[in-house]
């Protein structure tokens, strides 16, 4: 196997581990229906994003050193565009996502009873677009990565 080869291997297992714990989130956060069982979504959800970051960096690395080894990537839309995107992506998954989940785990902190309370939701509702955003984002780098339109 070439060096490039095994950059490509790294940078894709990097993409199953990162991307695709990244896609559990949603589904394990909107099923919590309790006060309690939102504490553990998020608990859950904490672990599974320290494989989500370690993916994520791995992609970058990778991917820029496949762009150092093949500069003629650096002329590819399809590669700037997933870079651009991918960069966007950082501060939304990186600052703006734990922000609201913070304000999701005080409230939940400081909260009596079972029921989710409305500031809980009020904020999830706040997050979602970013989170939104985050998963359509990937989704259209995964389509550029296979499919290279341009």
């Not at 565009?81 to 785990?105: D, E, M, N, R």
Request: overall charge positive; aromatic content about 12%.
């Amino acid at each position: 196997m070439s060096l490039y080869g095994f950059i490509l291997l790294i940078h894709v297992l990097g993409a199953v581990c990162g991307i695709g714990a990244s896609f559990a989130s949603p589904f394990l956060l909107n099923r919590a229906k309790t006060a309690k069982q939102a504490e553990f979504a998020i608990h859950v959800n904490h672990s599974i994003d320290k494989l989500v970051v370690i993916g994520t960096f791995t992609l970058l690395g990778t991917g820029l050193i496949l762009g150092a080894l093949n500069s003629s990537l650096f002329a590819q839309g399809w590669y700037i565009a997933s870079l651009i995107l991918f960069v966007t992506i950082l501060p939304v998954a990186g600052f703006i996502v734990p922000k609201k989940t913070a304000q999701q785990v005080e409230i939940l902190k400081n909260h009596n009873g079972d029921e989710l309370p409305d500031s809980y939701m009020k904020v999830k509702k706040q997050a979602a677009p970013f989170n939104r955003y985050t998963y359509l984002a990937t989704i259209i780098i995964i389509i550029f990565m296979v499919t290279k339109p341009f």
